[in-house]
Every structure is written in structure tokens, then in C-alpha cells.
């Protein structure tokens, strides 16, 4: 008889939370069909099946070889009391700083997009004060010290009516880069706007809602036709050239064949660095999916981004797009030079090993100065030209003496980044803990990982959801964190020496 | 002697030497250099995927694609000149329940059975230096490959000229008869149109395959007169070979790499 085989390849067990009642459930992570599924089981709400991501190699290698020592924040903000995730502020058992810090400073919007996760929108009429804002600017230097990047999120920010006095407090505090989250309404409709934005440069970047160039799927997406305001918005940054980032949310089979062409367009925009795409999931109208969504099949993965972008797209080959050392689970970047007509892409050229061990745990890699170093060192110390003909050979044409010049600068560069949020459908407890893009919390008092922040914090759910799952799990004594026990163990080890001769013995 | 030759006249090396059990019993099961790990790592240069439809070419007896159809869960059709080997790939496909999965067909690969722009990924493993005419062959791949589709090459580079005593023990291991330069795969899928043509060397996996060979030709020496190992085992001799087949591939004299291109999109040439 013919032994009885799996017909999946179990790789790990892991914990998920369920998402009917948010509270942690034991999984299995497999490998069926070249995809990565996670099979779990709430002992109330019954087992479900998702899609994790579609290439077992790459989540592999993300898992793997692109594991870096995490950095931790300056300060625990909460207790270890209840268990991950139901203590974040961050507590100390997070395992990653904050490399992004979003501030939202309002919860109107002049959008009401169906797949808002802030649930923003004109009917919200909430603005923080500027004094409430200092204070949450006052946690994200606390928190990091001189934060990598704040991001100005909302709602919509640019409508804040002191909006300016924000980006004014931010300037002052030791912040290396500032992000606007914006959907470009004010940029492309108010005269003047767009020019005072521009005295907030460098370390002042644009991050523009731009989703797609059909009307249908815009439509959808942001409830409106917003392609002329992103056209008009685009012009104004381009002729400034204010440094801009297109950030589009993906959805499956509404805009999820228009990666390349996205890439394209912003390549050809002279104020755009970059472009980052989000997977969007079950959230807007459900109608879409047949027989409604089902995560098994309809969630968007970043591995399918990355695979659409170089299925789409000329200008990447997969050695490009690789994980971000820092959150490589749900963050994957491709670093390209821009050189007049020429396009070429870096990241493939890099060693993983020279990102997971240089450099600081940042998305922000144009930045950091070690990093950099080693990426033009490899132009003019790689020892196999063969080994990267395409790439070398451009290169080397565009620049006409073989060697990197001042002249570029961060105009250059340009950067696509694939960013995953985490849903309640695909919450892996091992990944949310290395999140590194934190909403500081309006109290505050606490800056919360990105992903749980939407499950378990924003608004009311706190006092809800998560104030009944805290109930349940009130521990009889206060627990300690995990990342604590390390020390304990240690002390109890016999700290046997190794015995050292006396020089003279040796030398005999 | 022994035919290698046999039923793959389009083949001029190696391919018969690998269907000697002996031979199978000193490589193991990995039949062409870097085994299915290399072939793993084709798929990612190549960005195969679930809904990916992929042709190999020369696939020999499938083993290539049943790894593809089991780790990235594509559709292969695996094409060979060789009647046997269909025959064969078949059988264990169906054996490994693969079968809806990988289909194989008998044919030439200068003349695809298949429908223009139909396929997203093809691969070629240690094959298309054996080709008579590879810029034809590459002719018909970019025909049947889907505008951007990708081709995924692997094979070995000969960089310097075999030396003399070792032409005849390397001949059967790898396909050298038909070897290009590095740079030569490069200019024959320039040739053929391809753009974004990308190498990497993969040379360790030579220097793999000798270690075990080595092992194993250690261990078998004592036990056993086969005549098919006999090069290998030939007192002191063998060994000698295959030190000196050490030394040609540590020098760089010998390597294996993959290439990587895409089928332009329009007629123009785009960059990667």
C-alpha cells in the first residue's frame, strides 16, 4: 500500500487571531500548490483557511536570510499585563522601534473612500488641537529620539485649520524626515498651496493617493473621480519639484494590472521618487467577489504585487525586489538609479547580508549613509561584470568616466516599495511584532504598532473589542515580558570561566 | 563501448551517460548540475507563479517540472526529443500524481508544437548548448513565449580551453561539446531578440557535483569493477581526473550559470 502523504508541506505552526472575535488562535502554516496558506482553527468561530502569500521562496527568504537584529524603541510605553497584542504602547515585547511614525491629526476628510481603515470621511468633523498634536509629536521623539520618518496622516490632513502650525511643530523637533499623507484635493485646488509646502524642504516628502488611470476603479476605490485632481496635483509638485511618493492601494482585480503602468507614469514625473503599493483586503464593497470574499482565494498578497510588478513591468528583474531587512515579512523595496533616460535598478546588486548587517532598521535606506557607501562601492569594486551584464553595462554607459560623480543626488533615485498591512484575515503574531510602522495614539501616551492599532485600538474598539478580550485574559499576577526572561535564565547558568594558563607554561 | 548516443540524436554529450545506473548511483538523484534547488532558483529568476504556463525544453524525464508544478503550482509542458524519455517523464508524473499539472511532449525544438504567445515562462536547463542551432531554437521560444514572458537558461560556460586529459572524463559529464563563453549565451539571446538578458554565476554547483562524485567513487572504488565507472576508478587514475576536473572548474576554466531574459513587449528594444 502506497504511504498516506499530506497533501501540503506543513512548515510551522504559528499563533493567528480569529476574525470574527480578534482573540489568538493556533495555526499551521503550509505549503500547498506553490502558496503559502494558514490553516487555523477559533474554537468558537470554526477554521478558515488564507492565502499568505503566493511564492513559498520569497516568503521564505524573507523569513530566513533577511532576519536582522530588531532596534527597540527608547521607551516601553505599557506593561507586558495581558498578552501580545493586547498590550501595545509599544510594550517591551515589541521587537521592532517605530521606523514610520503616523500622526493623524484629524478625522475629517474631504473623501470618503470605501477602503478607508481610518474610516475618515466629511461626516467625522473631529481636528486634534495643535496643543493635543504637540503632545503626540513630543511621544514620537521620546519614543525614537530623532524619528527616521513622521508621517502626517488624517483624514486628511492638508484640511486642518491650523495645518501649517502642525508641519511648523514637527520642523522644530528633531524629525530627519517629514511624510504628508495627502490625496492632493488642496495641492491641485489652492493657489499658493503647494508653493508654501515647497518652504518645508528637504527632509519634506509628498505621499500622493494615486491608484489607478480608469475612472471605474478609482471610482470604487475613493468614491469619486479623483484622476484630475492627481493630474493636477502632479503638475503643480512637478513644477516645484517637491519630492513625491504615489502611493496606491491595490485591490485584486480592480487595479492589480496596473502596477507597471503606474511605475511608468510616476518614472517619467520629475517630482516622483518613488511608488508604494499597498494590498488593500476585505474592506469596501464586498459585492466584487463572487459569493463574497472569500480569503482564501480574494486576499492580495505582497508576494502577487511583486509578481504583477515584474510580470508588467520592463524595469524590474526578482533579484530587484527584494524584503526589507527591518519588517521583511511585510515590506519589500526595489531601489532604481534614475540617469536621464536610463533606468536601472540597484537592489539586485546588493548582498543581503550587507543590508541585514549595516545599516539601521529603516525603510529609509536612500538615507543612510553606510548603506549608500556600499551600494555605489559595488559600481566600482565588483569583480564580475559578467555576473550583472545588463545592469553594469547601462550603468557604466551613463556614467562617462565608469565612475559615480557628485552630480547625483536624491533626484535619482527612484524607490518602489510593496508595504502589507496586516488584516485580521492574515495577523501573524511573529510578524506583528516586528511592525515598524507605529501610529502614535491621539492620548499621547502611546505610539501602537499599524496593524494592531486598526484591530484592537482605533476609536472605540479599545473600550469594546479589546476591553472584553483584557477581561478574559487579566493574568493573576502581573506577567513579566518574554524579552525579560533572557536576563533570568542567564543568572541561573554556572558562569563557568574558561581557565587561562600563565604566559610562561604556554610558551614552553 | 558504450553508446551514449542512443536515442537522443540531437545530443552529443552527457545525456546518455546519465542514464547509466552507475552513474546515477554516484550523482544520486540530481541528474543535471545544481539538481531541483537550481531548478527552484530558475523559477524565482524567471517570477513563475500558480497561474504561470511554462514549457522545458529537453526536460529528459520531468524532473524539473514536477519540482515547478509542486513548489510554484504552474502548468509545465515538458518537451523532448527523445520518445524514451517522454514515455518515461510520463510515468513518473503520473506516479507522483502530477499528471493534471505536467504534461510532456515529444518534439523538436526548433519546431514547437505550440500555439504562438501562449506560454508565460520557458526554461532550458543544461540543454540549450546542445541544441544544433540554438539562435533557432530561440527563435521559436520567443514565438511561443507570451510579449514579456520571461526565458530562464541554465548551462554551462566554458571559459578556457579544456585541457587535453581532460576532454574526454568532462565530455560526459557535462554537455562541453556545445559551451559557449558567458558572454556567448548573452550574444545568442541578444541574437534572438531577448532584452534584459541577465548572468549569474552558479559555478558552486560543479564544485558540488565533483565533491560527491568524489565521495562516492571513494566509496565505490573498493567495492566495485563496473565498466562504466571504470574512468573514474581506474586505480589512482580516476582520481587523479577528477582533481584535475577540480582544479578546471576552481580556476574558472569551467562554470555554470543562469540566464535570465524577456520577450520585448513591442518590436523596440526596452531595458530591463
Not at chain 1, 517630482?271 to 492580495?300: I, K, M, N, S
Not at chain 1, 527591518?326 to 536621464?340: E, N, P, R, T
Not at chain 2, 534584459?196 to 565533491?211: N, P
Request: aromatic content about 6%.
Amino acid at each position: 500500500m502506497p504511504p498516506k502523504l499530506r497533501p501540503y508541506q506543513f512548515y510551522d505552526t504559528a499563533v493567528f487571531i480569529c476574525i470574527t472575535c480578534v482573540r489568538r488562535v493556533d495555526a499551521k502554516i503550509v505549503f500547498q500548490d506553490g502558496c503559502v496558506w494558514m490553516l487555523k482553527r477559533c474554537p468558537r468561530h470554526g477554521a478558515e483557511r488564507v492565502l499568505i502569500a503566493d511564492d513559498i521562496d520569497y516568503y521564505r527568504r524573507a523569513r530566513e536570510v533577511f532576519v536582522k537584529t530588531p532596534e527597540q524603541v527608547n521607551r516601553y510605553n505599557t506593561p507586558v499585563h495581558y498578552g501580545c497584542p493586547y498590550d501595545c504602547g509599544v510594550c517591551p515585547d515589541h521587537e521592532q522601534h517605530g521606523c514610520t511614525l503616523l500622526i493623524e491629526i484629524t478625522d475629517t476628510c474631504n473623501l470618503s473612500c470605501p477602503t478607508c481603515y481610518a474610516m475618515s470621511g466629511p461626516e467625522r468633523q473631529t481636528h486634534r488641537s495643535l496643543e493635543q498634536i504637540e503632545k503626540m509629536l513630543d511621544l514620537a521623539v521620546r519614543n525614537e529620539g530623532e524619528p527616521s520618518i513622521v508621517q502626517i496622516s488624517g483624514g486628511e490632513p492638508t484640511i486642518h485649520p491650523q495645518f501649517f502650525d502642525v508641519l511648523d511643530a514637527a520642523r522644530r523637533r528633531p524629525i530627519r524626515h517629514i511624510l504628508l499623507n495627502t490625496n492632493g484635493i488642496r495641492i491641485a485646488r489652492d493657489e499658493g498651496f503647494a508653493e508654501r509646502l515647497k518652504t518645508y524642504e528637504p527632509a519634506f516628502e509628498i505621499y500622493l493617493q494615486f491608484d489607478s488611470f480608469r475612472r471605474a476603479t478609482v471610482q470604487t476605490l475613493r468614491g469619486a473621480d479623483t484622476r484630475r485632481i492627481h493630474e493636477q496635483a502632479l503638475e503643480k509638485l512637478n513644477a516645484l519639484n517637491i519630492s513625491t511618493t504615489l502611493v496606491a492601494t491595490v485591490r485584486r482585480g480592480l487595479n492589480d494590472d496596473e502596477l507597471g503602468e503606474i511605475i511608468d507614469y510616476a518614472r517619467r514625473q520629475d517630482c516622483v521618487r518613488g511608488v508604494t503599493f499597498q494590498p488593500v483586503q476585505a474592506a469596501g464593497r464586498l459585492e466584487l467577489y463572487e459569493g463574497g470574499f472569500d480569503p482564501g482565494r480574494d486576499r492580495l498578497t505582497l508576494t502577487e504585487i511583486r509578481r504583477g510588478i515584474l510580470e508588467q513591468s520592463d524595469l524590474f528583474a526578482p533579484e530587484d525586489i527584494i524584503p526589507v531587512p527591518c519588517h521583511a515579512d511585510s515590506v519589500a523595496m526595489a531601489y532604481a538609479l534614475k540617469l536621464g533616460d536610463k533606468f536601472i535598478p540597484l537592489t539586485g546588486m546588493v548582498d543581503p547580508d550587507v543590508l541585514v548587517e549595516g545599516g539601521r532598521n529603516t525603510i529609509a535606506y536612500e538615507g543612510e549613509g553606510a548603506i549608500q557607501a556600499k551600494l555605489f562601492d559595488l559600481f566600482s569594486t565588483h569583480h564580475s561584470p559578467d555576473s550583472q551584464t545588463g545592469a553594469m553595462s547601462d550603468f557604466l554607459a551613463a556614467i562617462p568616466d565608469g565612475r559615480i560623480t557628485n552630480q547625483l543626488s536624491y533626484d535619482n533615485i527612484f524607490r518602489v516599495l510593496i508595504v502589507q498591512f496586516s488584516d485580521a484575515h492574515g495577523f501573524d503574531l511573529r510578524s506583528i511584532r516586528k511592525t515598524c510602522v507605529h501610529i502614535v495614539h491621539p492620548d499621547g501616551k502611546r505610539a501602537i504598532p499599524f496593524d494592531t492599532y486598526n484591530l484592537l485600538y482605533r476609536d472605540a474598539l479599545e473600550h469594546t473589542t479589546l476591553a472584553d478580550i483584557r477581561r478574559e485574559r487579566a493574568p493573576a499576577v502581573l506577567s513579566g515580558p518574554l524579552s525579560l526572561s533572557i536576563h533570568t535564565v542567564a543568572d541561573k547558568v554556572d558562569p563557568r570561566e574558561i581557565k587561562l594558563r600563565p604566559m610562561a607554561e604556554i610558551i614552553e | 563501448m558504450i553508446d551514449f548516443d542512443r536515442d537522443t540524436p540531437v545530443k552529443s554529450c552527457c545525456a546518455g551517460f546519465y542514464e547509466l545506473p552507475a552513474v546515477s548511483m554516484l550523482l544520486g538523484d540530481n541528474l543535471h548540475p545544481g539538481g531541483a534547488a537550481l531548478t527552484r532558483k530558475l523559477a524565482a529568476a524567471t517570477a513563475m507563479g500558480r497561474n504561470s504556463k511554462v514549457l522545458d525544453l529537453a526536460c529528459g524525464r520531468g524532473d524539473s517540472g514536477r519540482v515547478l508544478a509542486a513548489h510554484c503550482g504552474c502548468q509545465v509542458v515538458g518537451l523532448d526529443y527523445s520518445v524514451v524519455n517522454v514515455a518515461r517523464a510520463q510515468r513518473l508524473t503520473r506516479e507522483a500524481d502530477l499528471a493534471e499539472r505536467v504534461s510532456f511532449l515529444s518534439a523538436d525544438a526548433q519546431r514547437l508544437p505550440i500555439e504562438d504567445e501562449s506560454v508565460d515562462v520557458v526554461i532550458s536547463e543544461c540543454s540549450l548548448c546542445t541544441f544544433p542551432n540554438p539562435g533557432n531554437a530561440l527563435i521559436e521560444v520567443r514565438r511561443v513565449l507570451r510579449p514579456g514572458g520571461r526565458i530562464g537558461v541554465s548551462d554551462v560556460t566554458l571559459n578556457a580551453p579544456v585541457p587535453e586529459s581532460l576532454q574526454h572524463t568532462l565530455g560526459h559529464v557535462l554537455c562541453i561539446t556545445g559551451a559557449r563563453t558567458t558572454r556567448g549565451y548573452h550574444q545568442v539571446l541578444e541574437d534572438a531578440g531577448f532584452t534584459g538578458i541577465r548572468a549569474r554565476d552558479v559555478g558552486y554547483v560543479l564544485t558540488e557535483m565533483l565533491t560527491r562524485i568524489e565521495r562516492r567513487v571513494h566509496k565505490l572504488a573498493e567495492l566495485t569493477d563496473l565498466e562504466q565507472v571504470a574512468e573514474f576508478v581506474e586505480p589512482n587514475d580516476g582520481k587523479q581526473k577528477l582533481s584535475q576536473a577540480r582544479d578546471f572548474v576552481a580556476s574558472g576554466g569551467v562554470s555554470y550559470a543562469l540566464f535570465t531574459a524577456r520577450n520585448p513587449r513591442t518590436g523596440t528594444t526596452r531595458q530591463t
